[in-house]
């Protein structure tokens, strides 16, 4: 397990592996985003986007789903404070492949609770042609070792 004395500044990594499908954009979209551009196909084509793409906050769904798997698993995580400056950079479509690469910017000791910290881990999501879609900073709260 790594707890927050094992996190180190600078280290990177790399996970995940999503396919995008357009029924999951679809679905997502009638549950939580329905714009035109995420629902209709036709609508979409016609739309600044030129064809059916994903809700940035289906984007940040899929990445947590990563995380979920590629992270958290090894990690002696509590959740998490938010992110700052989350961007959605790219258009993701139905057949895109993500993946994500993260570095860990920052480490924050907690004064009022010894028993954990936070560190700030600054992500890129990217489609399989190597295109950042989705960018921000995690705000992770880790636990110390006991």
Avoid at 29 to 36: K, L
Avoid at 107 to 119: A, C, L, M, N, Y
């Amino acid at each position: 397990m790594k707890f927050f004395e094992d996190v180190e500044v600078g280290e990177t990594a790399r996970f995940g592996r999503y396919e995008v499908t357009r029924e999951e954009i679809i679905e997502y979209a009638r549950q939580f985003d329905p714009q035109p551009f995420h629902l209709d196909e036709e609508a979409a084509r016609a739309s600044m986007f030129g064809g059916l793409i994903a809700s940035g906050w289906h984007t940040g769904a899929m990445f947590i789903r990563m995380v979920c798997d590629g992270m958290v698993p090894t990690a002696a995580t509590s959740g998490s404070m938010g992110f700052d400056d989350l961007k959605w950079l790219k258009p993701v479509r139905p057949g895109d492949v993500l993946s994500v690469d993260s570095v860990v910017r920052e480490k924050i000791e907690s004064h009022s609770r010894p028993d954990r910290g936070t560190v700030k881990i600054e992500s890129r999501v990217s489609n399989q042609r190597g295109e950042v879609v989705m960018s921000l900073v995690s705000l992770v709260i880790y636990l110390r070792r006991p």
